[in-house]
């Protein structure tokens, strides 16, 4: 439970919605809703929250390491060479040719 309060500290608040309960996705800028923690899909086509391990490394619980995120945009994480991104699988496969230059211009939206 403590680790899910401190992923869910982690997450973007908003200005204007009660922290308490809402925060961002920093995958997809959606909103988090924290009575859907540790769901997948609370209500069909709802998205619920769980842990996202920054580094990728489950094991590395450093609060810094922690933060919530939709748990299906988390499922859509993917290591490029030392790059995380956060794309679909047919993205990922789509894309897997991009050369350094193409992925440097992805970054720098
Ligand atoms: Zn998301």
Do not use: Q
């Not at 769901?39 to 998205?47: F, L, Q, R, S």
Request: glycine share 4%.
């Amino acid at each position: 439970m403590e680790k899910f309060n401190i992923a869910w500290e982690n997450a973007i608040s908003f200005n204007n919605l009660d922290k308490e309960k809402n925060r961002m996705c920093y995958i997809c800028d959606d909103i988090l809703k924290f009575k859907d923690m540790n769901t997948k899909e609370p209500e069909p086509g709802m998205k619920g929250w769980n842990i996202d391990w920054v580094d990728g490394n489950v094991n590395n619980h450093n609060s810094s390491n922690l933060v919530a995120t939709h748990s299906i945009c988390n499922e859509n994480k993917t290591n490029i060479n030392g790059f995380w991104l956060y794309i679909s699988k047919k993205n990922y496969e789509d894309k897997i040719s991009w050369n350094s230059e193409i992925k440097a211009s992805f970054f720098a939206k």
